[in-house]
């Protein structure tokens, strides 16, 4: 029981500290996610690895303590959000602003909720170990959310298309973690298929 609302915990936390990527890209533009994403591999990777623990690292290792798993502190803590933000460093470099958009959305959105669906209500399990509740639960809540900024068709097929990456990655191997290959392999399928992908107008009418 324990494992599990950490599980969930993680995923509540997933979801929102990446779509709060989403307001300085919004504001700043896209590099402003570059700039965030290289300081989490230049300034944190080196606190995670080395274990530098002072005044100026305490709030990292507060975070470690509520949401990350044990076995992860034991080899690398927050190594899956190291994975996330070269993921983030490589599309914000190589895509525009709408593709990111939807590369952050998806990463949020598909991994948070397949899980935590998944967690609760998962009874047929793939071989692999995901089960079809989760797999079903984020292509509808991932739909949901990226319809918001994009034709709900192409929401669907990038949905369904995040599902069999999300089913074919393995969170064991750091790069073939789906926080790195969903928003890359996302912004990729989303630039072949030419989303007409622009920013929210509505929210710069509040700016």
Same mark, same amino acid.
Request: aromatic letters at 16%; one cysteine or more; glycine letters at 6%.
């Given at each position: ?14 979801? @929102? ?26 300034f944190l990777f080196p606190v995670s690895f080395f274990r530098i623990k002072n005044v100026f690292t ?21 190594? +899956? ?19 990111? +958009? =939807? ?13 935590? =669906? ?22 509808? @809540? ?42 890359? !392999?996302?912004?990729? @399928? ?10 929210? +107008?509505? !929210?710069?009418?509040?700016?």
């Amino acid at each position: 029981m324990s494992n599990l609302r950490l599980e969930i915990k993680r995923k509540i936390f997933h979801i @929102f500290s990446i779509l709060s990527l989403l307001l300085p890209l919004y504001m700043l533009g896209k590099y402003s996610v570059t700039i965030i994403m290289f300081f989490m591999v230049a300034f944190l990777f080196p606190v995670s690895f080395f274990r530098i623990k002072n005044v100026f690292t305490l709030w990292f290792w507060k975070i470690i303590d509520l949401v990350e798993r044990k076995e992860n502190i034991k080899v690398l803590p927050a190594r +899956q959000a190291f994975s996330l933000a070269v993921g983030f460093l490589i599309t914000s470099l190589v895509f525009d602003e709408g593709i990111l +958009q =939807i590369c952050i959305i998806s990463t949020a959105v598909y991994d948070g909720f397949a899980t935590i =669906i998944g967690l609760l209500t998962g009874k047929h399990k793939f071989p692999w170990g995901k089960s079809l509740e989760g797999t079903l639960g984020g292509i509808l @809540f991932n739909t949901l959310a990226l319809s918001m900024v994009i034709p709900v068709e192409y929401a669907f097929i990038i949905s369904l298309f995040v599902a069999v990456v999300e089913n074919l990655s393995r969170s064991d191997v750091w790069f073939l973690d789906d926080n790195l290959l969903i928003p890359v !392999f996302t912004g990729l @399928f989303s630039w072949f298929l030419d989303v007409p992908a622009e920013l929210p +107008q509505f !929210f710069f009418s509040f700016l």
